[in-house]
């Protein structure tokens, strides 16, 4: 079983930067996958960034890439979203989860939201114009 607990959601004027926190419990927080969604009301859940258990293998939506990092840190069973240089269409809810299966996490897995079981409860971001 895993826990995961989002932080650091907000309002923020845009070009602006948040980071984003998902504290995770459970001791297979450092073999999971771990991804970061977003949905706005309305829409799909639509997969943003996404970390190996590693922390090598990261992948974004093109949308995001050269302003979203990702980052783990495994030591604190927490991963990170930053986020700089926000746009008013980064406006959503955005939700961490965990893929603890023993498996390759393809890049085919880590962007399809249904490849993971535990989400955390999302926070809201919100950038305005």
């Known amino acids: 079983q895993v826990q995961l607990v989002e932080s650091g959601g907000g309002l923020v004027q845009a070009g602006g930067s948040l980071r984003l926190s998902c504290a995770a419990s459970g001791r297979t927080f450092s073999s999971s996958a771990m991804g970061w969604f977003r949905q706005v009301p309305g829409k799909d859940r639509e997969f943003v960034a996404a970390?190996?258990?590693?922390?090598?293998?990261?992948y974004y939506r093109d949308s995001v890439k050269g302003r979203f990092t990702v980052s783990r840190d495994n030591a604190k069973n927490t991963v990170y979203l930053q986020m700089n240089s926000l746009k008013p269409e980064d406006t959503a809810v955005y939700y961490c989860?965990?893929?603890?299966?023993?498996?390759?996490?393809?890049?085919?897995?880590?962007?399809?939201?249904?490849?993971?079981?535990?989400w955390g409860q999302g926070t809201q971001v919100t950038v305005s114009s």
């Open positions: 970390i190996s258990w590693s922390g090598r293998g990261t």
């Open positions: 989860a965990a893929d603890p299966n023993q498996r390759i996490h393809t890049k085919e897995v880590v962007t399809t939201p249904q490849e993971y079981p535990y």
